[in-house]
């Protein structure tokens, strides 16, 4: 911004001084014409009246100007004879150019002879262009200087806004809007500040709301499960009943798991006990867990260095790596999901469909419905814990299906 700023005060600045450098020069072209002409209208009549007294006395005393006279016989003054485009030329006043040469010439005539007053211009054109040449070069060097002075002075008023900016990123900045600010930096703040309180307010809100509804439904649902678990393990009962009671079981605990993730979301979920966690062993864990619960003919191959650890909070990166698994199974039918470490990342490929083009940006989004089908919260739930965490979290397609990359940044170390 600051130099987009200084730039088009430089630009102004510049065409300004060349309009008024333009008007310059035309007036002084213009004046220099009206001197010609003037000069030459009194040199000619000077040596037309002097001439009848002292004919060497006539001719002008300056290199650029030659006087030419052309007797009524035809015969020429012996001093210089009439170039055919000069001697071609009516009375009155004239520009040509003979060669690259231009000259202004008078022509008068009296009852003896024509007189040819002809002038160089020569000198005058020199000094236009390099009146010109000054004047651009003075126009560069003002713009040139108007665009520092522009960058410093935006760079003052940018400055304040970037510091504001700062400020609004810091949770423990406090109002924003103080005395002494600039009327409108004060009401730039004052807006922000009124935006942060009802942001906090919703937050606030959003968080007490799914806190409260996750406890409320604990209660009843614990209820639920019991007696699913007590109906389906009695003994005389139908074979079909005691299924749709473990069904009744595991879909209790897919409500349990969900409230658990929306409460997670709604808090910030800040790592509280940091650990080094051997990456392989943590991910073979968790699939052995994951394929437990969906028995499947897919299997898990690990490119990940047995020495590579990560600092992290065990419970946050276990329920990382547990969606991002889920997840990959759910969407594998055959073949094997690789997790595979790079540098800093890992990848886990599946071997599903992958991602339509149009869900690719926004698949980490809650409950996200795309051309291939709704998404829950496991993804949500992974790139609010890999911002929580300092890590990223992206998605991509492989030729053999979809993929999810976790950057673990500096939190991950090799042996």
């Not at 600010?181 to 009802?198: F, G, H, I, N, Q």
């Not at 937050?203 to 799914?210: H, P």
């Not at 339509?356 to 419905?369: G, L, V």
């Not at 890999?386 to 990223?392: H, Y």
Request: with cysteine.
């Amino acid at each position: 911004m600051r130099l987009r700023i200084a730039a088009s005060l430089a630009a102004l600045a510049l065409l300004v001084i060349l309009a008024q450098s333009l008007a310059v020069i035309l007036m002084y072209d213009d004046n220099e014409e009206a001197v010609i002409d003037a000069l030459l209208s009194q040199q000619i009549e000077y040596s037309m009246d002097i001439w009848r007294k002292s004919p060497e006395a006539a001719f002008p005393n300056t290199p650029s100007m030659w006087l030419y006279r052309v007797a009524k016989d035809g015969r020429q003054s012996k001093e210089h004879s009439v170039p055919p485009l000069f001697a071609q030329l009516g009375v009155g006043k004239h520009e040509v150019y003979l060669g690259s040469r231009e000259y202004h010439v008078a022509v008068r005539e009296d009852d003896s002879a024509r007189y040819i007053l002809a002038y160089d211009v020569e000198d005058n054109e020199t000094r236009r262009n390099g009146l010109m040449l000054l004047t651009i070069a003075t126009s560069l060097g003002l713009a040139l200087l108007t665009l520092l002075a522009g960058y410093l002075l935006a760079g003052r008023l940018s400055g304040r806004l970037e510091r504001l900016a700062e400020r609004v990123g810091d949770d423990g900045a406090g109002q924003l809007a103080e005395p002494g600010m600039e009327r409108e930096l004060y009401a730039v703040a004052e807006a922000l500040d009124r935006y942060r309180k009802k942001q906090a307010a919703m937050l606030d809100s959003e968080r007490a709301f799914v806190a409260n509804l996750s406890h409320e439904l604990r209660t009843p649902l614990t209820g639920i499960r019991t007696d699913a678990e007590l109906l389906a393990a009695l003994p005389e009962l139908p074979e079909a009943v005691a299924r749709r009671g473990n069904r009744i079981v595991d879909s209790v605990d897919r409500i349990n798991q969900m409230a658990n993730s929306l409460l997670l979301l709604a808090r910030d979920a800040v790592p509280a006990l940091v650990e080094e966690i051997r990456l392989r062993d943590a991910t073979e864990a968790i699939w052995k867990a994951v394929h437990q619960a969906q028995p499947k003919a897919v299997g898990l191959r690990l490119e990940i260095d047995p020495a590579c650890t990560v600092r992290a909070d065990a419970s946050l990166l276990d329920l990382v790596l547990r969606n991002v698994l889920d997840n990959a199974l759910r969407y594998s039918d055959a073949g094997d999901i690789v997790c595979r470490q790079e540098g800093r990342r890992l990848r886990i490929a599946d071997t599903g469909p992958g991602f339509a083009a149009a869900d690719i940006e926004r698949i980490f989004d809650r409950f996200h419905i795309g051309p291939r089908g709704a998404n829950g919260l496991g993804l949500a739930l992974v790139r609010h814990i890999c911002s929580a965490s300092g890590w990223s979290a992206s998605a991509g397609n492989t030729p053999s299906g979809g993929e999810i990359v976790i950057d673990f940044g500096e939190s991950l170390a090799t042996g």
